[in-house]
């Protein structure tokens, strides 16, 4: 097995995916390039009126019809290459495409008249594009065995041991038994194809230098990210820690365990748990961003949306109902399939949802969470006829730490990464989301926003 796989692009699958590219579109080209050739061939005969021999038509056609034919089984087979180092790979079917090109240009050029031939030029382009994927050394070995096959046939011919194919109408005289020509043709073709491999290689080499050096960058920015994660982590829930705390003595003392409070302190006290309860909650919400930028994996499992749903519906009942706000669920499906996913991430995006809807909604206000089937997927919709959210924060909404200008006047409390975790959590499921307002609900005063969750079954 021929090893052409630099050891740096083993594990490399954009280098693999690029490989793979350019053989379709080596294979398209190659189409074309059929095309052309028939299409130069009647043109010339017909039009240009060079006179080809009844050998040089018929191999002219044969070689036309050997290079469709070829192909289209490289068409066919390309669908099984694996990219995988120690078998027949994209890079190998590179290799093989590139000898079945120049062979068949060999011949070509030799029935289109040799040395004579416009046709030569070609080698040059298939040594410029063989450079782009394989490495110096193939490249090398394809010119140098190219170059001595042009000049061994020109001698050939030369000497009289193969005959020359003239195009007539094309050249006056024949060129292939001037000695001074055939040297001169010789010695320019070998200098420009050697100067084409190695500009052409040369190029290539710097470029996949670049991309490899842009990958090792990346990952180095990746292992730093993921420590700067543990570090907040680290450091947030250490602050969590003596604000949990406060929170509970607090609790004690409004829960009038240390003796009775007057009402004037017992305000203060409400005010000060509040906003210790409020750090709390905005500590959690750095922790789970956190959480999902450090950690790619998560535990997936069969989830029954609906269960899932129902069961947030159920724990934001009496939140729901201290607002005067009525909380609705409603399961509009026809396929009630279960969806592979995380649940408790899940739960927290869909949770955190309804959440806002009824901290943002309005007094008698509405909450409806529907389930449906759409375009073979299931989706989640949150709507409600509350704040709503301006239209020039709709394209933000879904950013880290941003709120909502009208939810900035409303409430105080928040952190802004709230919906930021709840897209990170749905993408990493594989689903989109979506907001619109006005939702459809809601009215001029309080149009209302619609959250709209799309997750694939897997």
């Given at each position: 097995m021929i090893r052409l796989i630099p050891s740096w692009a083993h594990?490399?699958?954009?280098?693999?995916?690029?490989?793979?590219?350019?053989?379709l579109w080596f294979i398209q080209m190659r189409y074309w390039a059929f095309l052309m050739l028939t299409g130069i061939l009647l043109f010339s005969y017909l039009v240009l009126n060079i006179e080809y021999s009844s050998i040089q038509l018929i191999a002219c056609l044969i070689i036309s019809v050997s290079i469709l034919t070829y192909n289209s089984l490289l068409h066919y087979f390309r669908r099984y290459l694996k990219c995988e180092p120690g078998r027949i790979n994209p890079l190998h079917f590179s290799l093989i495409q590139m000898v079945l090109d120049l062979i068949a240009l060999l011949l070509l050029v030799y029935f289109t008249g040799g040395i004579e031939s416009p046709l030569y030029m070609l080698f040059v382009f298939h040594m410029i594009i063989g450079s782009l994927i394989l490495p110096g050394f193939a490249v090398y070995s394809m010119a140098f065995i190219s170059y001595i096959l042009l000049c061994g046939m020109?001698?050939?011919?030369?000497?009289?041991?193969?005959p020359h194919h003239?195009?007539?109408?094309l050249l006056g005289v024949e060129l292939s038994g001037n000695l001074y020509f055939v040297v001169s043709y010789m010695l320019t073709f070998g200098f420009t194809i050697l100067l084409s491999v190695y500009l052409a290689n040369g190029i290539a080499?710097?470029?996949?230098?670049?991309?490899?050096?842009?990958?090792?960058?990346?990952?180095k920015i990746n292992a730093a990210e993921k420590e700067k994660q543990k570090y907040i982590?680290?450091?947030?829930?250490?602050?969590k820690t003596p604000l949990a705390a406060v929170s509970s003595y607090l609790d004690l003392i409004l829960q009038k365990f240390l003796g009775p409070i007057n009402e004037e302190v017992e305000e203060k006290i409400v005010r000060a748990k509040f906003r210790s309860d409020q750090g709390i909650g905005m500590i959690n919400d750095v922790l789970n961003v956190s959480k999902l930028k450090l950690y790619d994996e998560f535990d997936e499992e069969d989830v029954n949306l609906a269960g899932l749903v129902a069961a947030i519906i159920r724990n934001r009942k009496v939140t729901a109902e201290a607002h005067l706000i009525s909380l609705t669920f409603n399961d509009?499906?026809?396929?009630?399939?279960?969806?592979?996913?995380?649940?408790?991430?899940?739960?927290l995006a869909i949770s955190n949802l309804v959440g806002n809807s009824i901290k943002y909604g309005v007094d008698e206000g509405n909450v409806i969470v529907t389930l449906k089937n759409k375009n073979g997927g299931q989706v989640v919709e949150i709507c409600d006829d509350g704040i709503g959210i301006p239209k020039e924060d709709l394209e933000k909404i879904f950013k880290d730490?941003?709120?909502s200008s009208n939810a900035k006047k409303i409430s105080t409390d928040g952190s802004g990464l709230g919906l930021s975790v709840v897209k990170q959590v749905i993408e990493r499921h594989g689903g989109t989301i979506k907001v619109d307002s006005p939702s459809g609900i809601g009215s001029m005063s309080n149009p209302g926003a619609c959250f709209t969750i799309q997750l694939p079954v897997k």
């Amino acid at each position: 097995m021929i090893r052409l796989i630099p050891s740096w692009a083993h594990n490399y699958t954009e280098f693999w995916e690029a490989i793979t590219r350019r053989n379709l579109w080596f294979i398209q080209m190659r189409y074309w390039a059929f095309l052309m050739l028939t299409g130069i061939l009647l043109f010339s005969y017909l039009v240009l009126n060079i006179e080809y021999s009844s050998i040089q038509l018929i191999a002219c056609l044969i070689i036309s019809v050997s290079i469709l034919t070829y192909n289209s089984l490289l068409h066919y087979f390309r669908r099984y290459l694996k990219c995988e180092p120690g078998r027949i790979n994209p890079l190998h079917f590179s290799l093989i495409q590139m000898v079945l090109d120049l062979i068949a240009l060999l011949l070509l050029v030799y029935f289109t008249g040799g040395i004579e031939s416009p046709l030569y030029m070609l080698f040059v382009f298939h040594m410029i594009i063989g450079s782009l994927i394989l490495p110096g050394f193939a490249v090398y070995s394809m010119a140098f065995i190219s170059y001595i096959l042009l000049c061994g046939m020109i001698m050939l011919e030369y000497f009289g041991v193969i005959p020359h194919h003239h195009l007539g109408g094309l050249l006056g005289v024949e060129l292939s038994g001037n000695l001074y020509f055939v040297v001169s043709y010789m010695l320019t073709f070998g200098f420009t194809i050697l100067l084409s491999v190695y500009l052409a290689n040369g190029i290539a080499k710097q470029l996949y230098k670049r991309e490899r050096d842009l990958y090792d960058s990346l990952i180095k920015i990746n292992a730093a990210e993921k420590e700067k994660q543990k570090y907040i982590m680290g450091i947030v829930h250490e602050l969590k820690t003596p604000l949990a705390a406060v929170s509970s003595y607090l609790d004690l003392i409004l829960q009038k365990f240390l003796g009775p409070i007057n009402e004037e302190v017992e305000e203060k006290i409400v005010r000060a748990k509040f906003r210790s309860d409020q750090g709390i909650g905005m500590i959690n919400d750095v922790l789970n961003v956190s959480k999902l930028k450090l950690y790619d994996e998560f535990d997936e499992e069969d989830v029954n949306l609906a269960g899932l749903v129902a069961a947030i519906i159920r724990n934001r009942k009496v939140t729901a109902e201290a607002h005067l706000i009525s909380l609705t669920f409603n399961d509009e499906r026809t396929k009630k399939e279960k969806i592979r996913g995380d649940k408790f991430l899940l739960n927290l995006a869909i949770s955190n949802l309804v959440g806002n809807s009824i901290k943002y909604g309005v007094d008698e206000g509405n909450v409806i969470v529907t389930l449906k089937n759409k375009n073979g997927g299931q989706v989640v919709e949150i709507c409600d006829d509350g704040i709503g959210i301006p239209k020039e924060d709709l394209e933000k909404i879904f950013k880290d730490f941003y709120r909502s200008s009208n939810a900035k006047k409303i409430s105080t409390d928040g952190s802004g990464l709230g919906l930021s975790v709840v897209k990170q959590v749905i993408e990493r499921h594989g689903g989109t989301i979506k907001v619109d307002s006005p939702s459809g609900i809601g009215s001029m005063s309080n149009p209302g926003a619609c959250f709209t969750i799309q997750l694939p079954v897997k």
